[in-house]
């Protein structure tokens, strides 16, 4: 059986951390490749999904509402 790699993303929150699939590749060093494109990415535009723990966050001024997202793979 062929080995898949789960492309993923997460923010880390005050409460916990939201982990979200971005697709899959075939490949680790297709996957690796991504992370580390997205990783370094400086000007990436950056949109909470909707239910996002941040997005219900009561803090006003939660240094965790201000970030950029990590990126990663996992084999599946």
């Not at 062929?2 to 996957?31: M, N, P, Q, W």
């Amino acid at each position: 059986m062929k080995t898949r790699f789960e492309l993923i993303y997460s923010y880390k929150h005050c409460r916990k951390e939201s982990v979200y699939s971005a697709g899959f590749v075939d490949s680790e060093e297709e996957a690796a490749a991504w992370a580390r494109a997205k990783n370094e990415e400086k000007n990436e535009p950056v949109s909470n999904p909707q239910n996002d723990l941040v997005c219900t966050c009561e803090v006003s001024f939660c240094p965790m509402k201000f970030q950029r997202p990590w990126h990663s793979y996992r084999a599946v």
